[in-house]
């Protein structure tokens, strides 16, 4: 007599995603508003390079890392808005057009 083990069945794999050509538009947009300081005295650990570029600068008194230095990084976005940025400019370049989008039945 002999056993039959049960076999488990195979999940189907997903057929891979096809890469969209359409290079009209990102699916995801990533923006970064600076944001004024409060005071004048307020130290800035945030330094726009580029409009799409910031750095990073440790604030006085953060201790090291482990070699005795501070690590300063830089991140990039879809666009950058500088503290002097208006709530209209942002607006217009961020929001704006994804409520046409939207009105147009558009993802």
Do not use: W
């Not at 096809?18 to 923006?31: A, I, Q």
């Not at 005071?39 to 482990?66: F, S, W, Y």
């Amino acid at each position: 007599m002999t056993k039959c083990s049960p076999r488990k069945a195979k999940t189907p794999r997903r057929p891979g995603q096809k890469k969209n050509t359409n290079t009209e538009k990102d699916p995801v947009g990533v923006y970064c508003r600076i944001r004024p300081l409060g005071a004048e005295d307020e130290e800035c650990c945030v330094e726009m390079i580029t409009n799409t570029t910031i750095q990073l600068h440790p604030p006085d008194g953060l201790k090291a890392n482990r070699n005795g230095e501070y690590k300063e990084t830089q991140y990039s976005f879809k666009k950058v808005f500088g503290p002097k940025t208006s709530q209209k400019e942002l607006f217009e370049d961020v929001s704006k057009p994804l409520i046409e989008d939207l009105i147009q039945c558009k993802n």
